[in-house]
């Protein structure tokens, strides 16, 4: 028979997945566990150490033996200080520790997967995955979780001395704990779901922020800051109103079960005082077992308060596995072929046939077959959703597809490692992306060792080297995020520079020289047909006044090659290529 509600448990069970990284840190999870026995002993100890002033302190009035009852209370008070004090640092690092290596596993595994991946998922929800989740995580490792097994230490070893202090009070005790556990169990539950809820909240609010910050001058252009800010108060809101009812809850329970426990504990110290009264019992033996019973509710109600943190925990964990677990699409071969040195830059397009796992009912390409020959330039032209950049893509392997073969110098690219097979290009967008860095790292991001003078000479051969010794700091200039330090222009020419460095065989360019004016990209052109001579390269452009010089022009429509050759063969055969050139040139 199944359990009626396994989902705690399962949830709970997410855990298990932090013991590699805690495992890691031997050291400090042995001083952890050290520290905990040894504080949990002297906190034990203290209702002995008080029974003891009681019987042989008071009650024989010998200052000699009261005087050593003090002192070994002290010499507790010492040992607990120490080892809480041993026990926090152990734990605290620890905890920071195994939140450090999960949020960099994570990180790193995001990097690897491909990009239908990055499609479906909001890149906000990401990052706060991996801000929010990892942080909770750290917070439970290094706090909650250090906590709640101290509260059970504890709990399991006042209950023992209950039973050893007084069988019969004990026995009263344990007529009352269902009373203490059902609420547990009740509340507990709609803690945990609230507790998930809040949590995707936030990830919501996260994802909205991100959003609208990335895109912050289309926010601005369009005036829409207010439209967002109403967006993002809603989102937080909705996460606050969610977050209050958890609260409310977790306070709920809280109340109850401290309320319950020293109920309890009054009724048990009821008992024992007319058992004193009657004779039965010393006022020692009261006194130790009234402390262990504080003991007993105080861990009870540690775990009540620390229940919903740890299953939000639990919740933030298993959304990182979730992350974790998502394999790759695209992924190298287990026994890569070799790519042949040097590499020549011969493409062949086979039978080619793919559509974006996001859209599977329109093919992207259909039947598609090209070959390229290697140093040869070729121009694809075509209206937008033709399937041009989707070539760029397929080339790079950022995915497969579902139809035919793509092959570099007669290599399948789905026996080449992707490292040596991405290698092979060197990708000017027609949009491009800077980093939050200098312009030296931004052009040396095309080859990591590049040293200044080699970034110089690239900068040169773009065009940029004038406008960057121009800024406040030259090549060592912080761009801003995504260059927003740089006009589109210059944005581009960093963006050459970095293709320029790279030095790759083959050369991928969508449009690059679309955000230059005129008398820049002239001098780009020129820059681009120095680097283009005996490198094969694809060239994307909607302007065909920059293909005419192309060795070849391939015309799509619809995923469909339906023309080929050169601007002047073309124009000759009419059809779409000459009907776009009518268009762009006589207008």
């Given at each position: 028979m199944s359990e009626a509600n396994p989902e705690p448990r399962r949830r709970l069970g997410a855990y298990r997945r932090l013991w590699p990284y805690v495992a890691e840190q031997k050291a400090l999870l042995f001083g952890w566990l050290v520290f905990l026995a040894l504080s949990s002993a002297a906190t034990l100890a203290l209702p002995a150490a008080a029974r003891f002033m009681i019987e042989r302190g008071f009650g024989q009035t010998d200052p000699?033996?009261?005087?050593?009852?003090?002192?070994?209370?002290?010499?507790?008070?010492?040992?607990?200080?120490?080892?809480?004090?041993?026990?926090?640092?152990?734990?605290?690092?620890?905890?920071?520790?195994?939140?450090?290596?999960?949020?960099?596993?994570?990180?790193?595994?995001?990097?690897?997967?491909?990009?239908?991946?990055?499609?479906?998922?909001?890149?906000?929800?990401?990052?706060?995955?991996?801000?929010?989740d990892t942080e909770l995580v750290q917070t439970v490792v290094g706090s909650t979780l250090s906590l709640s097994l101290r509260s059970v230490v504890m709990l399991v070893g006042s209950t023992t001395m209950l039973v050893v202090t007084s069988p019969r009070l004990a026995g009263l005790t344990a007529l009352v704990i269902p009373a203490v556990i059902l609420p547990i169990v009740f509340l507990g539950r709609r803690v945990e779901r609230l507790a998930r809820d809040s949590q995707d909240r936030i990830a919501d609010a996260s994802a909205i922020a991100s959003e609208s910050l990335n895109a912050i001058h289309t926010v601005q252009a369009y005036t829409r800051e207010a439209h967002e800010g109403t967006r993002y108060v809603h989102a937080v809101r909705r996460a606050l109103a969610t977050a209050r009812r958890r609260i409310a809850t977790t306070a709920s329970l809280t109340a109850l079960v401290i309320l319950l426990?020293?109920?309890?504990?009054?009724?048990?110290?009821?008992?024992?005082?007319?058992?004193?009264?009657?004779?039965?019992?010393?006022?020692?033996?009261?006194?130790?077992?009234?402390?262990?019973?504080?003991?007993?509710?105080?861990?009870?109600?540690?775990?009540?308060?620390?229940?919903?943190?740890?299953?939000?925990?639990?919740?933030?964990?298993?959304?990182?596995?979730?992350?974790?677990?998502?394999?790759?699409?695209?992924?190298?071969?287990?026994?890569?072929?070799?790519?042949?040195?040097?590499?020549?830059?011969?493409?062949?397009?086979?039978?080619?046939?793919?559509?974006?796992?996001?859209?599977?009912?329109?093919?992207?390409?259909?039947?598609?077959?090209?070959a390229i020959a290697p140093g040869e330039t070729v121009a694809l032209v075509g209206p937008s959703g033709a399937g041009k950049t989707t070539l760029f893509q397929l080339l790079q392997r950022f995915h497969d597809p579902q139809r035919g073969r793509i092959t570099l110098d007669g290599v399948d690219l789905r026996e080449l490692d992707l490292g040596d097979l991405r290698g092979a290009f060197a990708l000017v967008p027609q949009d491009p992306v800077l980093f939050g860095a200098s312009a030296a790292d931004n052009i040396r991001f095309g080859r990591i060792d590049a040293d200044a003078a080699a970034i110089e000479a690239a900068a040169r051969a773009a065009e940029a080297n004038e406008f960057i010794a121009a800024l406040p700091e030259g090549?060592?200039?912080?761009?801003?995020?995504?260059?927003?330090?740089?006009?589109?222009?210059?944005?581009?020419?960093?963006?050459?520079?970095?293709?320029?460095?790279?030095?790759?065989?083959?050369?991928?360019?969508?449009?690059?020289?679309?955000?230059?004016?005129?008398?820049?990209?002239?001098?780009?052109?020129?820059?681009?047909?120095?680097?283009?001579?005996?490198?094969?390269?694809?060239?994307i452009a909607h302007r065909l006044a920059t293909v005419q010089k192309a060795d070849r022009i391939v015309v799509l429509d619809g995923g469909r090659i339906v023309g080929e050759g050169t601007h002047a063969s073309l124009l000759a055969e009419g059809g779409l290529y000459a009907e776009l050139a009518r268009l762009q040139f006589t207008a």
């Amino acid at each position: 028979m199944s359990e009626a509600n396994p989902e705690p448990r399962r949830r709970l069970g997410a855990y298990r997945r932090l013991w590699p990284y805690v495992a890691e840190q031997k050291a400090l999870l042995f001083g952890w566990l050290v520290f905990l026995a040894l504080s949990s002993a002297a906190t034990l100890a203290l209702p002995a150490a008080a029974r003891f002033m009681i019987e042989r302190g008071f009650g024989q009035t010998d200052p000699a033996l009261l005087d050593a009852g003090f002192i070994g209370l002290f010499a507790v008070a010492c040992v607990m200080a120490f080892a809480g004090a041993a026990r926090y640092y152990c734990v605290t690092l620890l905890g920071e520790r195994v939140a450090a290596a999960l949020r960099t596993r994570l990180y790193r595994h995001l990097l690897t997967l491909d990009q239908a991946f990055f499609e479906r998922t909001r890149s906000g929800e990401l990052v706060s995955r991996l801000a929010a989740d990892t942080e909770l995580v750290q917070t439970v490792v290094g706090s909650t979780l250090s906590l709640s097994l101290r509260s059970v230490v504890m709990l399991v070893g006042s209950t023992t001395m209950l039973v050893v202090t007084s069988p019969r009070l004990a026995g009263l005790t344990a007529l009352v704990i269902p009373a203490v556990i059902l609420p547990i169990v009740f509340l507990g539950r709609r803690v945990e779901r609230l507790a998930r809820d809040s949590q995707d909240r936030i990830a919501d609010a996260s994802a909205i922020a991100s959003e609208s910050l990335n895109a912050i001058h289309t926010v601005q252009a369009y005036t829409r800051e207010a439209h967002e800010g109403t967006r993002y108060v809603h989102a937080v809101r909705r996460a606050l109103a969610t977050a209050r009812r958890r609260i409310a809850t977790t306070a709920s329970l809280t109340a109850l079960v401290i309320l319950l426990s020293f109920g309890a504990i009054t009724l048990v110290l009821w008992a024992g005082a007319h058992a004193v009264l009657a004779g039965e019992m010393n006022a020692g033996v009261l006194a130790q077992f009234v402390l262990y019973a504080v003991v007993a509710a105080g861990s009870v109600g540690g775990l009540t308060e620390v229940w919903g943190e740890l299953l939000r925990c639990a919740g933030a964990l298993g959304r990182i596995a979730e992350l974790l677990d998502t394999p790759a699409d695209v992924v190298s071969p287990a026994r890569p072929q070799a790519l042949p040195r040097p590499v020549r830059g011969a493409l062949r397009f086979e039978g080619v046939g793919f559509h974006y796992p996001s859209r599977p009912d329109r093919a992207s390409i259909e039947s598609l077959d090209l070959a390229i020959a290697p140093g040869e330039t070729v121009a694809l032209v075509g209206p937008s959703g033709a399937g041009k950049t989707t070539l760029f893509q397929l080339l790079q392997r950022f995915h497969d597809p579902q139809r035919g073969r793509i092959t570099l110098d007669g290599v399948d690219l789905r026996e080449l490692d992707l490292g040596d097979l991405r290698g092979a290009f060197a990708l000017v967008p027609q949009d491009p992306v800077l980093f939050g860095a200098s312009a030296a790292d931004n052009i040396r991001f095309g080859r990591i060792d590049a040293d200044a003078a080699a970034i110089e000479a690239a900068a040169r051969a773009a065009e940029a080297n004038e406008f960057i010794a121009a800024l406040p700091e030259g090549y060592a200039t912080y761009l801003g995020e995504r260059g927003a330090r740089l006009s589109g222009g210059q944005q581009q020419r960093v963006a050459i520079a970095r293709a320029l460095l790279r030095d790759a065989p083959i050369l991928l360019l969508d449009e690059a020289t679309s955000s230059l004016d005129a008398q820049s990209e002239r001098a780009v052109q020129n820059a681009l047909e120095h680097l283009m001579r005996g490198r094969t390269t694809l060239v994307i452009a909607h302007r065909l006044a920059t293909v005419q010089k192309a060795d070849r022009i391939v015309v799509l429509d619809g995923g469909r090659i339906v023309g080929e050759g050169t601007h002047a063969s073309l124009l000759a055969e009419g059809g779409l290529y000459a009907e776009l050139a009518r268009l762009q040139f006589t207008a």
